[in-house]
């Protein structure tokens, strides 16, 4: 399984030969350098930690930064850890770029959506809005939420509102279109969680 962190650049169109367009997000994708690599037989299981974008080292702790000296790699801005299923082919100090998706025909990318603040019923859930006509002073009121003395409270999942968005969020099944290897680029068909710039997580559909 290919896995890698990257960053959502924006959306674009690429043409084929037949002059079809396909609408395609940009991820840069990679390098990633390889922190650390976790065995059952020391962890008891199987991970790797992987970073991505160097950051400078008087804006990493003392501890995080013998992590990264202990591994031979600069502070890393972002650091996860990936479950796998061997680890074979993993080592520390090493890296992973968007050669690992060579072949692969779909991914799973995941991000944290748009924060969109405190919204309401009608821009977070589709409410409608009530009659603008003479009278009415219900147009973006979610309306009665509730019964009266039974069970005089209001269910949870109610519909109402509240914070909209800046949750993680994984999209399926995106067509990988081109792989751009020299700029670390990767296109897949259709939109991914997030604004541009933001972190995204790149991975092989199963």
Known sequence: MAL?????????????????????????????????????????????????????????????????????????RILREVRVDDTNGFEVGGAIDVKAFEGVEKVHVTGTSKGRGFAGTVKRHHFKIGRRTHGNKSHREPGSVGACATPARIFKGKKLPGRMGGVTRTVKNLPVVQIDEENNLIFVKGAVPGANNGVVFVRTAL
């Open 4 to 76: 890698l962190i990257g960053k959502k650049i924006g959306m674009t169109q690429l043409f084929d030969e037949s002059g079809v367009v396909t609408p395609v997000t940009v991820i840069e994708a990679g390098p990633c350098s390889i922190v650390q690599v976790k065995t059952p037989e020391k962890e008891g299981y199987s991970a790797i930690q992987i970073g991505f974008i160097d950051a400078k080292e008087s804006r990493t702790t003392s501890p995080m930064a013998g992590h990264y000296r202990k591994a031979g790699v600069k502070p890393q």
